[in-house]
C-alpha cells in the first residue's frame, strides 16, 4: 500500500485545510486508515481515525470539535477536513493504515503498517 499525502499548505489562524489521502496501487478496503502529525521537535501524534467501513471514528482531545475525518472507499481517498486551524496545528501531515487494528491501539503510531511521506501544514497567526 503506498499512501499519497496532499492538500497541505499555508493558512491563517481560523481558516481550514482539507487534506487528502489516496493509495495508489492498492485499494484501502478493509484497513483502518488515520491521521498523524509531527511537529520539529517533537513525537509523532494520533489526530484522527477511521475504520473501513466508515462507521467508527476516534479523534485526538486538541482537535476534537474542528477537525473531521471522513472516506470514500469507492474512490480509495481519506480526507481531513480542518477548520478553526490554530498555530500549534501546524506540522507534517502523515496518512498512514493498517488492516488489523484493534480498538485500543487505533492512535498508537505502531499500529500502522504503511504510512505517506507527509504534507506539510503552516498555520500564520
Known amino acids: 500500500v503506498h499512501l499519497v499525502e496532499s492538500g497541505g499548505g499555508l493558512v491563517q489562524a481560523g481558516g481550514s485545510l482539507r487534506l487528502s489521502c489516496t493509495s495508489s496501487?492498492?485499494?484501502?478496503?478493509?484497513?483502518?486508515t488515520a491521521w498523524f502529525r509531527q511537529a520539529p521537535g517533537t513525537q509523532r501524534e494520533f489526530v484522527a481515525a477511521?475504520?473501513?467501513?466508515?462507521?467508527?471514528?476516534l479523534y485526538s482531545d486538541s482537535v476534537k470539535g474542528r477537525f473531521t475525518v471522513s472516506r470514500d472507499n469507492a474512490k480509495n481517498m481519506m480526507y481531513l477536513q480542518m477548520n478553526t486551524l490554530k498555530p500549534e496545528d501546524a506540522a507534517v501531515y502523515y496518512c498512514?493504515?493498517?488492516?488489523?487494528?484493534?480498538?485500543?491501539?487505533?492512535?498508537?503510531?505502531?499500529?500502522?503498517?504503511?504510512w505517506g511521506q507527509g504534507t506539510q501544514v503552516t498555520v500564520s497567526s
Open positions: 498512514a493504515a493498517s488492516r488489523s487494528v484493534i480498538y485500543s491501539s487505533i492512535g498508537a503510531v505502531g499500529a500502522y503498517a504503511h
Open positions: 496501487g492498492r485499494t484501502f478496503s478493509g484497513y483502518t
Open positions: 477511521i475504520k473501513w467501513s466508515g462507521g467508527t471514528t
